[in-house]
C-alpha cells in the first residue's frame, strides 16, 4: 500500500534522535537534548501582536499563492539592500522554507537528474531529491577546508545528467561560511554547463566573528538560474510559524507557482502579517539573538576544548557545532551511547552524510545553563 518512492527516502536522523529524547523524558529521564536547529527564544513580541492584530481584524481568508503583496515587496526590498540580490516583488513566494526547498526541486528536476549537493549536508536535501525522481550527488568537504563546497570539487562531478548545484552558507551543520571566492567560482560553473542553483540561505543573519555572508544570485547573470531560499524560522524565532521564502527568476518561478497552488495553496494568512512586521520593525531582537548565539558558541567550543576524546574547529555562522571524536564506534553507536551514559541527546554525524560519520552535531541553540550541564555530562561519560 506504500508508494515505491517513499522507500528511497530515509528518516530524518534529527527527527528520529528528538523524538528518542523525548521518549526518555517521558521515562523520567533528565534528557537535555543538543538535537534540533530550533531558537530557545520567544517569537519578538512585536511579531505576535501583529498576527493577533490580523486576527482580530478577520485576516484569515485566503490570499494569492504567493503571498502577501506587501511581504513579497518588503523581502524584494531587504534582499536587494542587503544581498545585493537584483530582484523584485514579482520574484518572491512567500512559503515555508523547507517546503521552498522541496517545490524548488520538485519544479526543476527531471526523473534521473543530478543534483549536486554538499556532505555532509541537511538531512531533507537528499529526501528532497529522491521524492522528485533526481539523484544526489555528494561534493565531500573537510574540516581542513573549513567544511566549504569547493568549486574544484564541484567541477569533478558535473556529467550531462546533471542539473542544479545546491549550496547551503551558513551551514547546517558544520556552521561553514562560502567565500566570495567560493561563490564566483561555482557561480561561474552553473554557467559555464547552464545548471539551476538552489542556495539556502536560512541562517543567512546569523554569522559571527565579522564573516560576511554572500547571495550567489548578486553575482552577474545568476538571479536567472538561481533560486534562494531564506525564512524567519531561525532569524527570528519563528520555528512554529512555518514562514519563509524564496526569489527565483519568472520561468522557474512559474512552475514552483504550480506547487505551490496544489499543494499548500499558500502561507497561512495572519501568519503573513506577523512575518511582515518582523520584515519591517525593528531588528533589535535579531542582533540580541544572534549575540547571544556567539556567545554560546564560544562557551561550546570552550568546554569542547576541555573534553580531550572531541576535537572541533570553530564554527563561523549558525548555531552547530560538528565535533569529530575518537574510539571505535560509529556516530549513531556514539550519539546512543550519549544518550544513553550522559543522558544528552546529539545527532549522530552520518545522518547528514557519509562524511559526517565519525563527528556529532551539537545545536546550540539552548540555554548556557543547558550547554554547561550538557558537555559536564559528555566529558564525565567519555571519561
Known amino acids: 500500500m506504500i508508494a515505491e518512492r517513499i522507500a528511497r527516502v530515509k528518516e530524518s536522523g534529527t527527527m528520529k534522535m528528538k523524538e528518542l529524547a523525548g521518549q526518555k523524558k517521558a521515562e523520567g529521564k533528565k534528557i537535555i537534548s543538543f538535537t534540533v536547529g530550533e531558537p530557545d527564544f520567544d517569537t519578538p513580541k512585536h511579531i505576535v501582536e501583529a ?20 511581504l513579497r515587496e518588503a523581502i524584494a526590498n531587504a534582499s536587494k539592500a542587503e544581498n545585493a540580490i537584483p530582484c523584485d516583488s514579482s520574484n518572491v513566494i512567500v512559503t515555508p522554507s523547507k517546503h521552498a526547498m522541496f517545490e524548488t526541486i520538485m519544479a526543476t528536476v527531471n526523473e534521473g537528474e543530478e543534483v549536486i549537493m554538499p556532505d555532509p549536508a541537511w538531512v531533507s536535501y537528499e529526501p528532497a531529491t529522491a521524492l522528485a525522481g533526481g539523484r544526489a550527488v555528494p561534493v565531500k568537504t573537510t574540516a581542513e577546508n573549513e567544511w566549504r563546497v569547493l568549486p574544484d570539487a564541484v567541477a569533478e562531478l558535473i556529467t550531462p545528467k546533471t542539473k542544479m548545484i545546491l549550496l547551503n552558507s551558513p551551514s547546517n551543520p558544520c556552521g561553514s561560511i562560502a567565500t566570495k571566492e567560493d561563490i564566483e567560482g561555482i557561480a561561474d560553473l552553473a554557467k559555464d554547463h547552464n545548471l539551476v542553483v538552489l542556495s539556502d540561505e536560512v541562517y543567512e543573519k546569523i554569522v559571527f566573528d565579522g564573516n560576511k555572508h554572500h547571495s550567489i544570485a548578486a553575482e552577474p547573470d545568476m538571479l536567472e538560474r538561481t533560486v534562494t531560499i531564506s525564512g524567519f524560522s531561525k532569524t527570528y524565532a519563528m520555528t512554529g510559524w512555518r514562514t519563509g521564502w524564496l526569489i527565483a527568476p519568472k520561468p522557474i518561478f512559474k512552475a514552483i507557482s504550480k506547487v505551490q497552488q496544489h499543494s499548500i495553496t499558500h502561507v497561512t494568512t495572519f501568519a503573513q502579517y506577523g512575518a511582515l512586521a518582523a520584515m519591517v520593525e525593528s531588528q533589535e531582537p535579531v542582533n540580541m539573538m544572534v549575540k547571544e548565539f556567539e556567545e554560546r558558541r564560544n562557551l561550546v567550543m570552550e568546554l569542547l576544548g576541555e573534553i580531550p576524546q572531541l576535537h572541533c574547529d570553530v564554527p563561523k555562522g549558525a548555531f552547530y557545532a560538528f565535533p569529530k571524536f575518537d574510539g571505535t564506534m560509529n556516530s549513531e553507536q556514539m550519539a546512543l551511547h550519549l544518550m544513553e551514559k550522559a543522558e544528552v541527546a546529539m545527532t549522530g554525524g552520518s545522518a547528514f552524510g557519509a562524511s559526517g560519520e565519525g563527528h556529532l552535531r551539537i545545536s546550540y541553540a539552548t540555554s548556557k545553563e543547558n550547554i554547561k550541564t550538557g558537555l559536564e555530562r559528555v566529558k564525565a561519560a567519555l571519561g
Open 51 to 70: 498576527a493577533k492584530k490580523a486576527l482580530d481584524e478577520g485576516k484569515t481568508r485566503y490570499l494569492n499563492a504567493a503571498g502577501l503583496p506587501e
